[in-house]
């Protein structure tokens, strides 16, 4: 299911959400630029630089590096492997990196669809404190489950889900312009948010338990608890953030006969 549109107005122009969506498309294409390509994101190198890794969370001073192994790429993690970005740093910079263009093309499009009423409701400095807690709650939880693991993540799903979150608490109601594909054919419909985000909650609850049970790669390395994370952090986080919520967003606009 792909949303594309709510049935929520902003009183506003959500001016953070833009900005978001045009920052992580630039560092994007910046990321590229030396290596990799649009559709596979940025080469190995610049993925273990700039993307947040759990070891090096839980291993202050350790840093994690590509180096040669049997004549194959691996990555490595200790002391002395050369100046690497700050830990602080990466936490940041990963939020905006993306493994290729269906990547970011899906985490921009439900922070468009979801973002604009979030922003609307707290505010523009608020939001975009919100969103940048969230993706650190995300990676978090990342590293919660699994702390040694040498493995960068990028992506600002993280953030993305703390957004959904958010939007569940805030507008459970409001109707979402959903694309459906049925094998081989596709429908548009329109179905409540509360139903969209909670099955997209439910999908991440099931494949981020089928990767915990079979870790050797069965969860395609997507980081589902990051998006577990937070999600969580925006249902419980958004109301300390929103006071301006459209309380009567479910109302009709137009005379009812």
Same mark, same amino acid.
């Given at each position: 299911?792909?949303?594309?549109?709510?049935?929520?107005?902003?009183?506003?122009?959500?001016?953070?959400?833009?900005?978001?969506?045009?920052?992580?498309?630039?560092?994007?294409?910046?990321?590229?630029?030396?290596?990799?390509?649009?559709?596979?994101?940025?080469?190995?190198?610049?993925?273990?630089?700039?993307?947040?890794?759990?070891?090096?969370?839980?291993?202050?001073?350790?840093?994690?590096?590509?180096?040669?192994?049997?004549?194959?790429?691996?990555?490595?993690?200790?002391?002395?492997?050369?100046?690497?970005?700050?830990?602080?740093?990466?936490?940041?910079?990963?939020?905006?990196?993306?493994?290729?263009?269906?990547?970011?093309?899906?985490?921009?499009?439900?922070?468009?669809?979801?973002?604009?009423?979030?922003?609307?409701?707290?505010?523009?400095?608020?939001?975009?404190?919100?969103?940048?807690? $969230? !993706?650190? *709650?995300?990676? %978090?939880?990342?590293?919660?489950?699994?702390?040694?693991?040498?493995?960068?993540? @990028?992506? =600002? #799903?993280?953030?993305?889900?703390?957004?959904?979150?958010?939007?569940?608490?805030?507008?459970?109601?409001?109707?979402?312009?959903?694309?459906?594909?049925?094998?081989?054919?596709?429908?548009?419909?329109?179905?409540?948010?509360?139903?969209?985000?909670?099955?997209?909650?439910?999908?991440?609850?099931?494949?981020?338990?089928?990767?915990?049970?079979?870790?050797?790669?069965?969860? $395609? !390395?997507? *980081?589902?608890? %990051?998006?577990?994370?937070?999600?969580?952090?925006?249902?419980?986080?958004?109301? @300390?953030? =929103? #006071?301006?919520?459209?309380?009567?967003?479910?109302?009709?606009?137009?005379?009812?006969?």
């Amino acid at each position: 299911m792909f949303p594309l549109k709510d049935s929520i107005g902003t009183r506003r122009t959500p001016v953070v959400t833009i900005a978001l969506i045009i920052a992580n498309v630039v560092v994007f294409i910046l990321s590229i630029r030396n290596g990799g390509s649009i559709w596979s994101g940025p080469d190995a190198q610049t993925v273990v630089h700039y993307g947040v890794i759990p070891y090096e969370i839980t291993h202050p001073g350790q840093e994690c590096d590509l180096v040669q192994r049997a004549g194959q790429e691996a990555v490595a993690c200790g002391r002395g492997l050369g100046p690497q970005p700050a830990t602080w740093f990466t936490a940041l910079s990963s939020m905006f990196m993306h493994g290729g263009l269906l990547h970011i093309g899906g985490n921009m499009l439900f922070l468009w669809v979801f973002g604009n009423n979030v922003e609307d409701a707290m505010g523009r400095f608020k939001f975009i404190v919100f969103y940048i807690l $969230g !993706g650190l *709650a995300a990676m %978090a939880l990342q590293t919660v489950v699994d702390p040694n693991a040498p493995v960068p993540s @990028v992506g =600002a #799903s993280g953030a993305v889900a703390a957004v959904l979150g958010g939007y569940l608490v805030l507008y459970p109601r409001a109707r979402v312009l959903t694309l459906v594909f049925l094998f081989v054919f596709f429908t548009f419909i329109q179905i409540p948010a509360m139903f969209f985000l909670v099955i997209w909650f439910g999908q991440q609850l099931l494949f981020g338990y089928l990767d915990y049970v079979d870790p050797t790669g069965g969860g $395609g !390395g997507v *980081a589902y608890f %990051a998006h577990i994370g937070g999600f969580v952090f925006g249902l419980l986080a958004v109301k @300390v953030f =929103a #006071s301006r919520v459209n309380e009567d967003y479910d109302q009709p606009r137009y005379p009812v006969y």
